[in-house]
């Protein structure tokens, strides 16, 4: 069975900083990806970025950005120029390359607050 | 908005009623899917359909819930005689299976408060 692990419960950075959330898993399959969404206060989840496990370029998506290392399993990701309107849960999430469901596996979220 | 809709977003009942949640995907979407997330949780899979057909159901899912799809558009998740157990935030999401296509969007959840 899958796991994510996420051991970060709270972080605080402030505005315009840089700010890395961790996240490690645990499988047995070689194939996967690897997802962050953010779920801002009292609003629907959104994804942020995804990294196919089979690409060894990190993806990067404007201001966020992935460290993935497939050898450690190891997720995670860095948000440049923090913006007060980052300010929400992120949760990391795993699913198997070849699945017949599609399912997402994710941890237990950060809670990241940008202060002014 | 992500374009999934989900009714009521809040619920409060009492303890031994029945619930019923529905959920309105993105229209072209051919998955849908259910979540439970509790507080200071991630999500965790419930169940899933393609198009109307439930294919697989979590061990978290017990016989006082059930699910339905009807016609593959809208879906409905139903708690019987509701447990204080069962209050969370319930997340529905849906997917295109497409090549290339692995986003879920997730509507606002219903949150079930029981008494």
């Known amino acids: 069975a899958q796991t994510v692990t996420q051991s970060q419960p709270e972080m605080s950075v402030q505005e315009a900083e840089t700010v890395t959330l961790s996240c490690t898993y645990d499988?047995?399959?070689?194939?996967?990806?690897l997802f962050w969404y953010k779920q801002p206060p009292s609003r629907q989840m959104i994804l942020v970025i995804r990294q196919e496990a089979y690409k060894q370029q990190n993806a990067t998506e404007n201001r966020f950005s992935v460290n993935f290392q497939k050898a450690a399993k190891s997720f995670s990701l860095k948000i440049s120029d923090s913006q007060l309107g980052d300010t929400a849960m992120y949760f990391c999430a795993f699913m198997k390359q070849w699945s017949n469901t599609g399912k997402l596996i994710f941890g237990q979220g950060t809670t990241l607050q940008v202060k002014p | 908005d992500t374009g999934v809709s989900q009714d009521p977003r809040h619920k409060i009942t009492k303890r031994g009623q029945n619930v019923t949640f529905r959920c309105d995907p993105i229209s072209e979407h051919n998955r849908l899917y259910w979540y439970r997330q509790t507080l200071g949780q991630g999500p965790e899979f419930l169940t899933y359909f393609q198009n109307e057909a439930q294919l697989e159901k979590s061990r978290l899912l017990s016989d006082r819930f059930s699910a339905e799809r009807p016609k593959g558009s809208f879906s409905t998740l139903e708690i019987q005689r509701t447990e204080q157990g069962d209050s969370a935030m319930y997340l529905c999401?849906?997917?295109?299976?497409?090549?290339?296509?692995?986003?879920?969007?997730f509507g606002p959840g219903t949150r079930l408060t029981v008494t």
């Open positions: 499988t047995s399959e070689n194939n996967y990806y």
């Open positions: 999401a849906s997917r295109l299976t497409r090549q290339g296509t692995h986003e879920q969007y």
